[in-house]
């Protein structure tokens, strides 16, 4: 076999799981749209619950906009309480952020550790001794929650079965560069297609930040694994596994996405190989233990196992050009044009995805950004999910990567 017959072989054999995943995209691109807006109904709640807000930091100063955003809220104020759970080694941020407690005795607390021994799941773990609330709010520290979050996350926990309820990720700076961009594109198409469809079938993933929790549930299932980097993907398959109500809430809370490239990476290969390891670890259960529906399975392998693309991305990329280098030139042929508009459209799901998306938030005229983003960007980060992939796979220790936040500068 010549090396074009073997590189054209292998671009074959990849465009089936491509067209697989396509065809996907089109499925959920079609549900989407096919869903009649439909509020779900919950008892009325017989008296507020008490809420803790916590606030995990690891050197951000930001967080103190997120608190002070958090003291605007329109919840009594003997029904919440604020704790800044920081695990920051910059002597200057926890002054800045120990003050804040100081100004606001009993009412904002400040926990901080020697040590970051399961860094974030660690450092919200070690904060429950000193967490007082029936519902336990997360926001990390970059984000800008508005003054009625409380009294519409706390409406749905009037159903005793609800245990996570998860709201809308918006973002004020996702126009400064293409990344910034791509970045805010990818968690969109999540967000704005997948959780709806998610809510519908009860399958909502917390996404560790601006969303609430059940403690009981919380501590029922044995809280955050410290062994997880997506701790927030971990704890949601337990509480669905325990046959727990989750709801999304489509109201949106402003947020950073990275704007540096080695941010985003880093950040991507993070939630890639621990959505993996999560499936891994719990693949038994996710796809035998009783109390989960057919729908729920698929769609949990599906968030968990998503990233297996990747690396069918990088071969398809590599033997699709190598092909087109080794063969030899021929004269316009309307069958080989043909055949060609066939394979776009049939490996196209990800762009229809992102249409729809777009054009659900009316901001189609970005799509350029999103096909360049995609056509760039988005093969880069496949060949690091690939790796991240693998990694996860092999169980090859993946370090804990806390995303930088542009914002830190202007805080200090």
Sequence with gaps: MQAYELTLLIYNLTLIPMIFFSVLFLILSLINLSMTERKRRFPKLKTLPF????????????????????????????????????????????QLLKRFAKKHPGFVKYVHRENREGFKPGALNAAMPQTKGDIIVVFDADWIPKKDFLRKIVRPFADPKVAIVQTRQGFYNHRTNLISRFAAYTLMIYHTIVMPINNRIN?????????????????????????????????????????????????????????????????????????????????????????????QRIMITYITMGHIIAPIVVLMTIFGFSGWFLGEPALFNWFDLVDLITRILLTAGFFVLGFVTLWRHSLLDEFKYLAAGALTIGLVLSVANSVALFKAVFNRNLHWFCTPKVDNAKAL
Excluded at 246 to 270: A, H, N
Aim: proline content about 4%.
């Design 51 to 94: 809420v803790s807000i916590q606030i995990p930091a690891f050197n951000d100063p930001i967080a103190e906009r997120c608190v002070r955003q958090c003291l605007k809220m329109d919840y009594p104020r003997n029904r919440y309480e604020i704790l800044i759970v920081d695990d920051s080694t910059n002597k200057e941020t926890q």
């Design 203 to 295: 399958c909502v993933f917390f996404c560790g930040t601006a969303g609430a929790l059940r403690r009981s549930a919380f501590e029922e299932v044995g809280g955050w694994n410290k062994a997880s980097i997506t701790e927030d993907s971990d704890l949601s398959i337990k509480l669905l596994l325990k046959g727990y109500t989750t709801v999304y809430l489509e109201d949106e809370t402003p947020s950073e996405v990275p704007e540096t490239f080695e941010s985003f990476i880093k950040q991507q290969m993070r939630w890639c190989y621990g959505n993996v390891r999560v499936f891994i670890d719990n693949m038994g259960s996710i796809l035998f233990r009783k109390g989960l529906s057919l729908k």
